[in-house]
Structure formats: C-alpha cells, structure tokens
C-alpha cells in the first residue's frame, strides 16, 4: 500500500481496540463531579449509552429551552437559569473528561497491532477524532478535529441541525461547527503567536473570538459596519485571522491524491456532516477500508458502508480484535 495516498479517520474505537477504557460509561463510573450529576439531571439518564448520546442531549436540551424561552407562558428567568447551570456543567465536563483521558492513556502502554500496521505508517495522514495521542504509536501526521489532551484544549458538542429563526448564540454555542472555529482560533494564537493559555493577552482575544461569535450568530445578525467593531478591540484582529483561515482541514488534504481511505473506530453518527465534507473532497479516491470489531453487530458494519458508498463503491471490510 502507498501509505502516501492513505488518509484515515480515527474514532473512539481505535482506543478500545488498545484496551483504553474510553467509553462514555467508563468515564461517568469513573468521575465523581456535581458538574456531571447536574448535566445528568437535566438528561434522561436511559438515554445515554454512547458518547453519541452524550451529545445529542445537549443538542436536544438547547433547543428545548430556546422554544421555551419564546413561549409566554413560560417563566423566561427561570428558563435562563436553568440554560446557564446545563452550560455551566457541559463546560465543566470538558475538564473531567481531559482529566480522565490523560489517567486513563497513562494506565499502560500500547501494543500495536499487525493489522492496523498494514495501513498506518509514518505518512500516513490521520484524521483523528479522539482526544488521546495512541494513533502517534502509528503515524506522526495527525490531525485533531477537536482538540487534544496534549493541548490540553478538548471540544464536545452536537454536530449539525438547522438552527431556527431567531435562536441565540447561547443555545447554539455547543454547536462542533463553531467550537471547531474556536478552537482553530485558540491554536493559532499559540502557534503563530506563542501565547500561553494563561496569558491575559490569550484571555483577551479568545474571550474576543467568543464575543464575535456571538455578535455573529445573535438573533440581531450582525452589521459589520457597526458591530463588532465598534464594541470589539479585538476585531481588526479577529477579522484579519478569519481570512486567512488558518488549520482548515480542507487545505491538508485538497492537494493530495488521495487513493485509500481507512476508517478506524468511527461510529459516524456524530460527525456525519463533517465526514461529508471531507470524503467529497477526496476526488481520487479508490477504496474505503472499512475496519470492524470480530464481535460487532452486523448492523453497525452495515450503516457504516451505506454512508461510504455515497463516495466509492469499492468497500474493504478488515477486522481487528475484540472489545
């Protein structure tokens, strides 16, 4: 294989095929936190299985108490307290899981497998969507969709719905598309400018990119001739690095003739539209590996290849072990 053509897309699955327990289940029976038990509240517990349905609930949550806060019958305080406490605990679960994922990757070493090996070499570019560092054991070019431990700067959130008229950022703020913005823009300043996360300058510009996005994506919309340049020191700034458009995932892969695709671990419901995206990109694309767990369902196999036919129709399924 010309590991130079491979790209692959790294899920959670990756880590349990290495033994990390990773799980959403293990970090909840693992984590002692009020923040944990106050977002659960909010939840129905039986509803969570996987760390797709972790994020579904708050997609599900921010939209309930947006079309709350537009019913009169309803107390409007109330109904931002309670928005203010689920945000409070979501952000504060970012932390927990970092923490739990760091312990958890440290517990013992990693034993690569032979069948990975056959796809993964050193040049091989990988999408990473985990947290956690364990596809450096294969490749040293890897890209984190959202964020990693190492940074120590992680992002949760629902990947896509179609916001509706009139919603504000505060109920669209864990949306991946725009935590993604965010987070691109917290690495540019520490790689083109060497800020630290605990600078006051740092401080200064990401509460600043927050406070963009949030002009942006208000129920007001945004007169760029007024706002936020007006209220914003931090715009001219700010406007300079959105067009520039710095760590877009487009520009690693659209000079490359991508030929084979390996997905590893990745369940694809939570990032369906992001997946999009990046395989309509990939012109030159021949095969789709497809890996799989010896004792997964036949069905999870399934919805996998219906997604990656939609961009070749030449599937591989591989196996590795059991978890």
């Not at 806060?69 to 931002?80: G, L």
């Not at 054991?137 to 890209?143: I, S």
């Not at 892969?253 to 390996?262: G, L, Y």
Request: include cysteine.
């Amino acid at each position: 294989m010309d590991n130079e053509k491979t790209i692959a897309i790294i899920g959670n699955g990756f880590d349990l095929a290495h033994g990390y327990e990773t799980r959403y289940k293990n970090f909840v029976e693992n984590t002692k936190s009020k923040a944990l038990d106050i977002f659960r509240c909010f939840c129905d517990e039986n509803s969570i299985v996987e760390w797709y349905d972790f994020e579904k609930n708050i997609e599900a949550l921010t939209i309930k108490y947006f079309f709350a806060s537009m019913d009169d019958s309803e107390d409007y305080s109330a109904n931002r307290r309670e928005l203010s406490a689920l945000t409070g605990a979501f952000n504060e679960i970012h932390s927990l899981l970092e923490e739990y994922l760091k312990n958890e990757i440290a517990r013992k070493p990693l034993k690569k497998q032979t069948v990975i090996e056959k796809y993964l070499s050193p040049h091989t570019l990988s999408i990473n969507f985990n947290y956690t560092p364990t596809v450096e054991h294969y490749t040293d070019n890897v890209l984190y969709i959202h964020g990693s431990i190492k940074e120590h700067d992680i992002i949760l959130g629902y990947d896509y719905r179609d916001e509706p008229c009139l919603i504000g950022y505060e109920e669209m703020r864990w949306s991946k598309q725009l935590c993604r913005e965010a987070l691109e823009f917290r690495r540019c300043l520490k790689n083109e400018y060497n800020f630290k996360s605990n600078d006051e300058e740092f401080c200064r510009y990401n509460d600043g990119f927050i406070a963009y996005q949030s002009a942006s994506n208000s129920n007001r919309g945004l007169d760029p001739d007024t706002e936020p340049k007006q209220y914003l020191p931090e715009y001219e700034f700010i406007n300079k690095y959105l067009g520039s458009k710095k760590f877009n995932i487009m520009d690693r892969i659209k000079d490359k003739s991508i030929e084979t695709a390996v997905i590893i671990g990745h369940g694809i419901k939570a990032d369906k539209e992001l997946l999009k995206t990046i395989f309509t990109n990939l012109t030159s694309l021949k095969k789709i590996v497809i890996f799989s767990r010896k004792n997964e369902s036949p069905g999870r196999y399934e919805e996998k290849e219906e997604f990656f036919k939609q961009f070749c129709n030449n599937i591989v399924p591989e196996q590795y072990g059991t978890f």
